[in-house]
């Protein structure tokens, strides 16, 4: 338990005194040790405690103080109930809990019970990141995930450990089941990016386990109770009312598990609500293309590595016009595909709308009509929907009619889309009626607000309005009558909190009511500084007519509220159906419009080992440069000559060149391509030929993991140990300089092994991009390696970039340049000449690299070894000793200082 969530320790000691409400808080939060609790109080959420210290830190509120506990002040906080949500917002991101503990009873049935009672309050839910269901809370384009992950206890050493992962959103019920090894449980889990981690105390404290937890955030320990393996198909098939879980598939134990304990978690965060969650879908492993967190992070695919989503793939390719096509995309490009059929049939139906425009701009028009049905269907199922999600439900109900019809008449519809036809047309159509007859044009946002019932819809509503609009009338009349009848003109029927309605004449025509006759008929209430305000039992008569009709109206339409939406959850399953289809539409038509605005082909993807593409663009940099982006093609096929034969290994391309030449975005655009080909887009080339791809390493762009105790190198070699160790034929594997965070040979070293290791060991198509030049060497010993570089021209001294790949290896780095380029004082630039002249110099005696069997590198040990001549630096020494410094002019000491390198290069030669 987070210590700062203690409760506070109840009272010991005769003294210590404690008030009953103190004690209803003691006792919740004792039960809810974990959560900040918000207690209602009135129109406020009260935090108390350590609590109160805890949100009054976060949210940047006052911290006051409530009384006395055990003779200390109770420090405390609030946040006004209407405003709320704000508040959770902010909490739950930072990655607290919350138990909103609410007023059960009219506080008027506590006082009843005596003056001393308290209101009976109870925790009616838990907030936690993973288990969100208001619109407030959450992102409209994001899924928000909880994930269980669970595991198998390996009975023996040699057995394999395996896990399961199920992943839930309850905002829109999607349901997934999947098993992996420990190798790919980091990439899983990465791939789903869930808000929230559940896992038993066991799995949270095994010590194989919890470094990689530590990774991701908001990972909540649970007792082993909701784990258990012996209850889980149990627990899974009360959730769902079915006899048994069969008909969900056959999922292992642990798989079991780990589902059954997502839906214990959902039960106990909504207290019993059950959100309409679809049955637990299993996926296969392998059935993805396999990304490692840091290869997602590096090639930022959702967000950009400073978090942003501007700058992502996602939001260069994002099209859609609805929510859930967006959550969609972001779901498709999160996790792309690894069976060609598949990938196939997602770009049939992207093709479908390329090659129509007309369907394709009238589609996207009725779409951007849908609202999210997904979610508003859960608010309603779990009783925190409103007037505005029967809209929702209705409107979505509407388009995804009219979409259903439109797609009907289209022959040849490839199969996605025949089925997505299928799916908008499942919802019951007399549902669609009903909210529309009975729905008004405006809504409030709360039911208790009234008036979202349209009149005429339902008899008993009307008359019952009609009599309280009448009554209202009634009251005039009243008042005319009174002022008739007295002969007092300013007489008038007013209302107010306190009184009701009452009569109202001013001071002076006062007397003339308060006597006879007309005081048998007012009865005198209240006497003002001006005025006098009477009752009569007609208006008190009317009163109880018009408050009991006020109050029967609101009856009603609740009641309509809550049939609407049992009809709604009855066909919750169709109206599912319906939002999936609405954003397999919107994923499509979206992608289309993508590939047609910005160029891009259907790319072919097979079973082969075939990675060629022509005229690659990078999608982002692409769409963010105002210059036009140079495509270039890259072919990571395997060699037809390798005498690998036709499933041989694929090619390795060693890419040098200068920096800023253009290295990394080559590097990127060629995973970029692949990714978005096999998730079903069309792509940035001139055309793609794609052997799919099982695994994607990319080590790319270095940054310290200073919170886990990692050096920038270290970082980069966790990676580039976790792709050699892993990476197989079927992968692709980036590397981007690879050896460059440590000093120059141990560097080109590693490099070096890397390669090779890559070569015969892995075997993978490979990118490599290095400025050690010497290993463009190995391309003559190891036949599947092909030297390539960006091309640059030099210009009155200056380099200008081409952005163009070509066949070969970078003659010089061009680092002084770019250097002058960024902006280095002129005097640095000046000076690093010298020095670079001076070390080419020194070089120039070097044999030349001979190839794999004479490795450079050895040769460049050699010469790093100290100079053997021990006079050279007692010579130095004793001119140096010569020197007085603070005797000196500058323009002395620059001079010396050139003289003692002189004597050091004349006693070392
Ligand atoms: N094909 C291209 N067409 C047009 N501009 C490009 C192209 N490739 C790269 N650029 C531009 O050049 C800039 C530098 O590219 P990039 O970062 O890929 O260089 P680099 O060789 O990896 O450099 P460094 O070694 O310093 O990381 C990019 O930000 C982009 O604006």
Redesign the pocket.
């Known amino acids: 338990m987070d210590a700062q969530h203690r409760p506070p320790q109840p009272p010991a000691g005769e003294n210590a005194r404690v008030t009953p409400m103190m004690e209803q808080f003691i006792e919740i939060k004792a039960a809810n040790p974990d959560c900040l609790l918000f207690y209602r109080m009135g129109d406020f959420y009260e935090l108390f405690f350590e609590d109160a210290e805890i949100a009054s830190r976060a949210l940047g509120i006052v911290l006051t103080k409530r009384g006395k506990h055990l003779g200390n002040d109770i420090p405390m906080c609030g946040v006004p109930v209407e405003r709320s949500d704000e508040y959770l917002h902010r909490l739950i991101a930072l990655g607290h809990r919350v138990a909103v503990c609410e007023q059960l009873e009219d506080p008027a049935e506590a006082k009843k019970r005596g003056g001393k009672s308290v209101v009976q309050r109870g925790v009616v839910r838990l907030v936690t990141p993973g288990t969100l269901t208001e619109d407030t809370l959450l992102d409209a384009k994001r899924n928000n995930y909880l994930l269980a992950l669970a595991s198998t206890r390996p009975s023996s050493d040699t057995e394999y450990r395996r896990f399961a992962l199920a992943w839930i959103d309850i905002s829109t019920g999607e349901f997934r089941v999947t098993e992996c090894d420990n190798g790919s449980l980091s990439a899983e889990i990465a791939r789903i990016d869930p808000g929230e981690i559940v896992v038993s105390d066991a799995l949270y404290s095994d010590e194989d386990i919890s470094p990689l937890l530590r990774q991701f955030e908001h990972v909540m320990p649970l007792t082993r109770d909701v784990f258990d393996g012996a209850t889980a198909e149990r627990r899974l098939s009360d959730y769902f009312s079915v006899a048994t879980t069969e008909s969900f598939g056959s999922l292992s134990r642990v798989e079991l598990t780990a589902a059954a304990a997502c839906v214990t978690y959902v039960e106990r965060t909504q207290f019993g609500k059950r959100p309409p969650l679809s049955p637990p879908l299993r996926e296969s492993a392998g059935a993805s293309l396999a990304i490692d967190a840091a290869t997602r992070a590096n090639l930022e695919l959702l967000r950009t590595l400073s978090g942003e989503r501007r700058g992502s793939l996602f939001s260069a390719i994002d099209r859609t016009v609805t929510s859930a096509g967006s959550r969609l995309l972001a779901q498709h490009l999160a996790a792309p595909l690894t069976d060609p059929d598949a990938i196939s049939h997602r770009l049939d139906a992207v093709e479908f709308f390329t090659s129509d425009p007309p369907i394709r701009s009238d589609i996207r028009d009725q779409l951007k009509a849908a609202p999210d049905l997904a979610r508003a269907l859960t608010r309603l199922v779990v009783g925190r929907g409103g007037p505005r999600d029967l809209a929702a439900i209705r409107d979505g109900l509407a388009a995804s009619d009219a979409l259903g019809s439109r797609l009907s008449k289209m022959p040849d519809m490839p199969a996605d889309l025949a089925r997505a036809a299928n799916g908008l047309r499942q919802p019951s159509q007399s549902l669609l009626h009903d909210l529309s007859a009975a729905l008004a044009d405006e809504l409030p946002a709360f039911k208790r607000d009234g008036g979202f019932i349209r009149s005429g819809y339902d008899t008993a509503l009307d008359e019952t309005r009609a009599l309280r609009d009448q009554s209202r009338k009634v009251i005039a009349e009243l008042q005319a009558r009174y002022a008739d009848e007295t002969g007092l003109k300013a007489l008038k029927i007013k209302h107010n909190n306190v009184l009701g309605y009452f009569v109202e004449v001013t001071a002076q025509h006062g007397e003339k009511l308060m006597a006879p006759p007309l005081n048998a008929r007012f009865i005198h209430r209240q006497t003002l500084a001006g005025q006098v305000r009477f009752t009569t039992t007609e208006l008190g008569e009317l009163e109880a007519k018009i408050v009991s009709a006020a109050d029967r109206v609101l009856g009603l339409e609740l009641e309509i509220f809550e049939r609407l939406t049992r009809d709604i959850t009855s066909d919750g399953d169709n109206i599912k159906a319906a939002a999936e289809a609405l954003a397999t539409l919107d994923i499509a038509s979206g992608l289309a419009t993508l590939a047609v605005e910005r160029d891009y082909t259907r790319p072919h993807i097979d079973r082969s080992l075939v990675f060629t593409i022509d005229g690659g663009?990078?999608p982002v940099?692409?769409q963010?440069?105002s210059?036009?982006?140079?495509?270039?093609d890259c072919d990571l096929s395997p060699p037809p000559h390798a005498g690998d034969g036709a499933t041989g290994a694929g090619r390795i391309w060693l890419l040098t060149?200068?920096?800023?030449?253009?290295?990394?975005?080559?590097?990127?655009?060629n995973a970029l391509i692949a990714i978005l080909a096999q998730m079903g887009s069309f792509v940035p080339a001139r055309q793609a030929r794609i052997g799919v791809i099982d695994r994607l390493f990319s080590r790319v762009g270095a940054a310290d993991d200073l919170a886990r105790g990692r050096s920038t190198f270290m970082v980069e070699m966790v990676e580039t140990a976790a792709i050699l160790n892993q990476a197989s034929e079927r992968s692709l594997v980036i590397l981007?300089?690879i050896g460059r965070g440590t000093a120059t040979f141990d560097g080109l070293s590693i490099a070096w092994a890397s390669v090779e290791h890559l070569h015969e060991v892995n075997r993978c198509r490979s990118l490599f991009?290095t400025?050690f030049h010497e290993l463009t060497a190995l391309a003559a010993k190891m036949p599947r390696i092909h030297n390539a570089t960006?091309r640059v021209k030099e210009w009155q001294g200056d380099v200008v970039?081409l952005?163009?790949?070509m066949a070969g290896a970078a003659d010089r780095s061009y680092g002084i340049q770019?250097a002058k380029l960024a902006g280095l004082p002129a005097s640095v630039i000046e000076r690093a000449k010298v020095v670079l002249a001076e070390l080419e110099a020194d070089d120039r005696g070097k044999p030349a690299l001979r190839g794999f069997e004479d490795l450079p590198l050895f040769q460049a040990v050699k010469q790093a070894q100290p100079p053997a001549q021990d006079d050279a630096p007692s010579a130095v020494i004793a001119a140096l000793n010569a020197l007085h410094p603070d005797e000196m002019s500058p323009r002395q000491a620059m001079d010396a200082l050139y003289a003692l390198k002189q004597t050091l290069a004349d006693k070392t030669k």
């Open positions: 663009r990078h940099v692409e963010s440069i210059e036009p982006f140079i495509a270039n060149g200068p920096n800023m030449a253009g290295k990394s975005t080559f590097l990127r655009q981007d300089e991009a400025h960006m970039f952005h163009e790949v770019v």
